[in-house]
């Protein structure tokens, strides 16, 4: 459990540097998809229930754009403090959890 959270030794590492990118492309993708899809059936398609409250309160793209900031914030944050490994696994989560049922969302209907 320790290399999911312990801190890499070599500052800059080319692995960490792909994942941290990664992880912004992932962001980026999200917040589009997320941005189409709640754009074309409501925001009662967001699976977030903390961002669908967001949104009814300050719109889509005003909540999305904080969202992805914040997500994006904390990415940088952890690259910083070379815990890569957390970061390669959010990034896949991100992928499983967002990126595959958007897409799979669009291509269905």
């Known amino acids: 459990m320790d290399r999911f959270y312990k801190p890499w030794d070599t500052p800059n590492s080319l692995f960490g540097n792909l994942v941290v990118i990664a992880f912004l492309f992932v962001q980026a993708l999200d917040g589009g998809l997320t941005y189409l ?4 059936w409501g925001p009662g398609i967001e699976g977030n229930p903390l961002l669908s409250s967001a949104m009814a309160y300050a719109g ?50």
């Open 60 to 109: 889509i793209g005003a909540s999305l754009a904080a969202a992805k900031c914040v997500a994006i914030a904390f990415g940088i944050a952890l690259h910083l403090c070379r815990v890569h490994t957390l970061v390669a696994l959010l990034t896949l989560f991100y992928v499983a959890a967002a990126i595959i049922p958007w897409t799979a969302l669009f291509l269905t209907s």
């Open 37 to 40: 899809g709640v754009s074309t």
